[in-house]
């Protein structure tokens, strides 16, 4: 039976209380499908929002392998002969055996013997497979399956689950529709040649049941189809009634260089702390003028922001290694400080770009473009929340890098930890909003463009940043097919 995992801890710059840590074993990273062998292809469109011009297939490449997006099926599943929709017993135990059943299409790939094709495992939303975050106190935070192994037996227990995903911004609207009544299968594939197999599988699997649901399936093409078999959006959506999905990448419009203003800000964030530790570490003033030596000495060369601060840090742990012990404490201080200063250079993990991430997201739903958004800053804001007390007016951005880093790493600790590289890159250098688009279309993409650029002309971005927008090339009706290749 699946069960709860609870995470205490001590929350740093959030709650000053004790707690403990949650030892469990994270998962393996996603293992990711081998790269498709075949003639020149074209992989959905991508857009450079600034100049308006479409991505090359190189970079459309990166973007889908950095963000793991994948072609898929979507089932929604609905009962339109229950008060409460879906979200009773009966439906919920077909629900969880139609997940269970999706979850071992694997099939042995022809082309390539050591490996298998057809549903992505562990990228499988659904309620089953995905976490309810609750608080267990304040700075203790709880992580626990959405519908377990033991399905509900009662219609208030059924209705606790709707409730629970309600109340969680990454499944509200996702996983459960935002009326509370239907069920939403996302199914990634490994490639779009295996969709239909998956879809027939899938089919044949409902008619099994008995019950009054209905499943309405959706299938998402982001994935290679060749030049000539191209379908406009308009052409591509007629058919489909479920999600169109479409997802924007937002990354830093070029490396920052280590330029002299930002040498001369870290000379002075330095000379702050020595100030500080002058009481615990007397001969602070003797060691700090080596420091800002080799600090100028590393930044007479060109580099980034990054390269030069992990010069640094290098640099102050050789000399941990070389200086006595009562010394080598001091220049633990100076590894810490160069630490937190190349933390401070992971864009995503700043306040003040997740507050900018979840400005554009509104402001897309006010335009009406777009019905629902996903991003990090919904997942920090969710977290922050439970930590504190679980109320509504602490589901917000929180006020420092290490407090948003100390969210983030709670959910390295949630039965999904990998469902976090959706969102942003490890490094933390870009970030992946995907969005559900209004209607069920994808074919009036241009406004969507035309609609981003125009907040981040109006409101500039914290740094400069560079933003692409990527729309499935193809939203078909499965029962329909695909498009072959010849």
């Not at 308006?52 to 459309?60: A, F, K, N, P």
């Not at 060369?301 to 010394?327: G, S």
Request: hydrophobic fraction near 35%; charged fraction near 25%; charge should be negative.
């Amino acid at each position: 039976m699946k069960k709860a995992r609870v995470i205490c801890f001590v929350a740093v710059l959030i709650l000053a209380i004790a707690g403990c840590t949650d030892t469990t074993t994270q998962r393996p990273p996603v293992k990711r499908p081998p790269t498709e062998k075949k003639p020149p292809i074209a992989t959905g469109i991508a857009w450079n929002v600034q100049s308006g011009r479409q991505v090359s297939q190189i970079q459309l490449e990166e973007i889908r392998q950095s963000f793991q997006i994948r072609d898929m099926i979507v089932i929604q599943v609905t009962n339109e002969q229950n008060s409460d929709g879906v979200f009773d017993p009966a439906s919920l135990k077909n629900i969880d055996e139609l997940t269970e059943f999706a979850l071992k299409l694997r099939w042995d790939d022809p082309t390539s013997p050591k490996n298998q094709t057809g549903v992505v495992r562990e990228a499988v939303l659904a309620p089953s497979t995905v976490d309810r975050i609750g608080s267990g106190g304040p700075g203790v935070i709880t992580f626990e399956w959405l519908l377990t192994e033991q399905t509900p037996q009662t219609r208030e227990a059924a209705l606790s689950i709707r409730d629970a995903a309600l109340d969680h911004p990454l499944l509200n609207g996702t996983v459960v529709s935002s009326d509370g009544r239907s069920v939403y299968i996302w199914l990634p594939a490994t490639d779009k040649e295996i969709c239909s197999r998956i879809q027939k599988t899938l089919e044949q699997k409902t008619q099994e049941f008995n019950g009054p649901e209905r499943y309405d399936m959706t299938g998402i093409l982001v994935g290679a189809i060749r030049q000539d078999h191209l379908v406009s959006g308009e052409e591509a959506t007629d058919t489909a009634s479920g999600p169109s999905v479409a997802y924007l990448v937002l990354g830093p419009a070029k490396d920052q260089m280590a330029s002299k203003p930002y040498i001369d800000d870290l000379r002075i964030r330095l000379s702050e702390m020595s100030v500080e530790w002058k009481d615990d570490f007397p001969n602070v003033t003797d060691v700090v003028p080596e420091v800002e030596e080799k600090l100028l000495q590393k930044a007479s060369e060109a580099k980034t922001e990054q390269t030069y601060l992990e010069e640094l840090i290098d640099f102050a742990n050789k000399k941990v290694d070389t200086v006595d012990e009562k010394e080598a404490d001091l220049w633990y201080e100076f590894v810490d400080f160069f630490e937190r200063e190349a933390q401070r250079l992971k864009l995503f993990k700043r306040p003040e770009m997740l507050r900018y991430l979840s400005a554009l997201q509104r402001h897309l739903q006010s335009a009406g473009r777009v019905s629902k958004s996903d991003s990090v800053a919904d997942l920090v804001k969710k977290i922050h929340q439970e930590l504190i007390d679980g109320r509504p007016q602490n589901f917000i951005v929180p006020d420092t890098p290490t407090a948003v880093a100390q969210c983030l790493l709670q959910f390295q600790a949630s039965h999904t930890p990998d469902a976090l590289w959706h969102f942003v890159t490890p490094d933390y250098g870009k970030a992946n909003i995907r969005m559900q688009l209004s209607g069920s279309s994808t074919k009036d993409t241009k406004p969507l463009v035309e609609t981003i650029l125009t907040f981040m002309e109006e409101n500039p971005p914290p740094v400069s940043l560079e933003a692409a927008v990527l729309i499935p090339c193809l939203t078909w009706n499965p029962t329909s097919g695909l498009p072959q290749n010849e």
